[in-house]
């Protein structure tokens, strides 16, 4: 009986695998938008059936990365401005929310202490900032899923999750460009240090311009930057 569960167990392992690797595929520019493939191709690539890279498709599907087309195979949902700019003003609603929670005082325990590593990581001198643009976009991710976690409302955190996911594709363009670096060093630590001192209303208004800063940096995206980035991480 142990080994019949096993078996029923593997093929969801197997999707799971798949959709992990397709959707690295996708954010790491492997899989561009408007690209095409068939189930086939990503099953002999990944060396497994068709059946997990199939629910694994679907599941990406549902999430809005691909789109399926009933006689050409599957294709990489292409760029929607429109859309990215709905994910960014949510995510700037939640994450202001969150900022005028943290900066409520009388909290107990003091929400507060959530941000200290954030503030180990950039509020930081100039010499202990790192130039790894792949690795501060992840950071950059991070400082704002943290920055909404840390103000304890579970499901506004969940939402937020899932609207940064969306737009992580742009935003891991935009840190291509070496200005990024700095700029980000320097708005993320302004935020905090508004928020540690309870600036609520300073900390609002850097907030929002950060975010519209990324916003209108994501409209200046080109295709041609998107597959410039791409052969360079295939080089």
């Not at 060396?47 to 599941?59: G, H, I, K, N």
């Not at 325990?109 to 959530?114: E, H, I, S, V, Y």
């Not at 670096?181 to 935020?191: C, D, L, N, P």
């Amino acid at each position: 009986m142990e080994s019949a569960f096993a078996a029923l167990d593997m093929p969801r392992t197997l999707a799971d695998t798949a959709y992990s690797s397709l959707k690295r595929d996708i954010l790491d520019f492997r899989l561009a938008p408007g690209d095409r493939f068939t189930e086939t191709e990503i099953a002999e690539r990944l060396q497994v059936s068709r059946t997990p890279v199939r629910e694994a498709l679907f599941r990406l599907e549902r999430e809005g990365y691909l789109e399926v087309r009933q006689r050409n195979g599957w294709l990489v949902r292409p760029l929607d401005f429109d859309t990215l700019d709905h994910f960014y003003e949510l995510r700037s609603v939640l994450e202001v929310a969150a900022v005028h929670a943290l900066c409520a005082p009388g909290q107990t325990p003091d929400p507060l202490t959530a941000l200290r590593p954030l503030a180990d990581t950039w509020l930081v001198d100039e010499s202990a900032r790192s130039n790894d643009c792949e690795w501060l976009a992840d950071l950059d991710e991070r400082f704002h899923i943290d920055l909404v976690a840390a103000a304890g409302n579970p499901e506004i955190a969940r939402v937020h999750r899932a609207a940064t996911e969306r737009i992580r594709i742009v935003r891991r363009l935009d840190f291509t460009q070496p200005d990024r670096i700095a700029s980000t060093y320097a708005e993320h630590g302004a935020i905090l240090s508004a928020v540690l001192a309870r600036d609520a209303a300073g900390a609002t208004r850097l907030l929002q311009a950060h975010i519209r800063d990324s916003q209108d940096a994501v409209r200046k995206i080109t295709l041609h930057r998107l597959y410039a980035t791409r052969r360079a991480k295939a080089a």
